[in-house]
Nanobody, 117 residues
Framework: QVQLVESGGGLVQPGGSLRLSCTAS??????????MDWYRQAPGKQRELVAI???????AYADSVKGRFTISRDNAKKTVYLQMNNLKPDDTAVYYC?????????WGQGTQVTVSA
């Protein structure tokens, strides 16, 4: 069982930046074998994949955030990050991290990001 805790959300103006963090309760060795994802869910919309980072550090992004968001991980800190720049109102959502290994998925509780003037 892996517990994930997100932090770093908040209210930001359009064009601003935030960095989200997601820290796992697992050991460093266990954390390092998981692929880590960031998802988001806006009111009235389905949850969507934002970014992924594999155990080897390969990354991929949704088209809507390419060039603005960067996912990274620090296995020693058992933490995955989502650096979000040039935020837009459409980025407003609850952001969730997910750890995945084989058939095992673990989700965090989410952190709210609101982009508004």
């Amino acid at each position: 069982q892996v517990q994930l805790v997100e932090s770093g959300g908040g209210l930001v103006q359009p064009g601003g930046s935030l960095r989200l963090s997601c820290t796992a309760s697992a050991s460093e060795i266990i954390f390092s074998i998981y692929a880590m994802d960031w998802y988001r869910q806006a009111p009235g919309k389905q949850r969507e994949l934002v970014a992924i980072i594999t155990r080897d550090g390969n990354t991929a992004y949704a088209d809507s955030v390419k060039g603005r968001f960067t996912i990274s991980r620090d296995n020693a800190k058992k933490t995955v990050y989502l650096q979000m720049n040039n935020l837009k109102p459409d980025d407003t959502a609850v952001y969730y991290c997910k750890a995945q290994y084989g058939s095992n998925d673990y989700w965090g509780q989410g952190t709210q990001v609101t982009v508004s003037a």
